[in-house]
Structures are given as structure tokens and as C-alpha cells.
């Protein structure tokens, strides 16, 4: 079981930038698919991006050419870059990863780290 740690998250206006962290305490990223989900209150838990062990991305259609995913191996950690924030991006986002791409893409993971707040408001 992977236990991630998520950090970056913060107050934007719209329009801004935020780039959030994850890292998990053992190589576990590097060898497998990762994904970044987020949650409001009140809503089921989201993907919105993911990364295979190979580089190849996708991401949920509200967040295309917004937000990108990327993974540094030797460092262990996976990021999301976001740009052109909006409100509607307000949520807390967490990262969590699996064997497999399917497994990502369903998020029905036992565990998860504390995520990280994003508030994006003028």
C-alpha cells in the first residue's frame, strides 16, 4: 500500500498558476501509473490527470491544455502543473498510484495521503 504525500496546493486568484507535489515513500511511482484526483465537499472524488509508467498522459476534458502531469523518476515524485486557474478548480487534490492504468482510472484506493487545498478566488 503507498502511502503519498501531497504539497503545493494554496490560495490563486483566477487566471494563476499553482504547480502541486507528490512523493510516496518508497520507489513506487517510478514503476507504476499515477494519478491526480480532487474532491469538494459533497462530490464523489475526481481524475483528473494521470500518467503511465511509459509518459502517456490523459486528462479530464475541463482541465485539457490547462493542466499538465509529470513525473521525475529519480526523485519520486509526480506533478501537476496548473495554469489558467478558475474558481471551479477549488478543491483538495490528491495523488495516488497502482499497477495498473484501469486501476487509476477507477480510484478505488483503501488509503489516501491528507491532499492538498487548492482555492482559487479573487
Known amino acids: 500500500q503507498v502511502h503519498s504525500v501531497e504539497s503545493g496546493g494554496g490560495l490563486v486568484q483566477p487566471g494563476g498558476s499553482l504547480r502541486l507535489s507528490c512523493t510516496a515513500s518508497?520507489?513506487?511511482?517510478?514503476?507504476?501509473?499515477v494519478g491526480w484526483y480532487r474532491q469538494v465537499p459533497g462530490k464523489q472524488r475526481e481524475l483528473v490527470a494521470s500518467?503511465?509508467?511509459?509518459?502517456?498522459?490523459n486528462y479530464v476534458d475541463s482541465v485539457k491544455g490547462r493542466f499538465a502531469i509529470s513525473r521525475d523518476n529519480a526523485k519520486n515524485m509526480v506533478y501537476l502543473q496548473m495554469n489558467s486557474l478558475r474558481p471551479e478548480d477549488t478543491a483538495v487534490y490528491y495523488c495516488?498510484?497502482?499497477?495498473?492504468?484501469?486501476?487509476?482510472?477507477?480510484?478505488?484506493?483503501?488509503?489516501w495521503g491528507q491532499g492538498t487545498q487548492v482555492t482559487v478566488s479573487s
Open positions: 518508497e520507489s513506487f511511482f517510478s514503476r507504476n501509473a
Open positions: 495516488n498510484g497502482a499497477a495498473t492504468h484501469s486501476m487509476v482510472l477507477d480510484g478505488n484506493f483503501d488509503s
Open positions: 500518467i503511465r509508467p511509459g509518459g502517456f498522459t
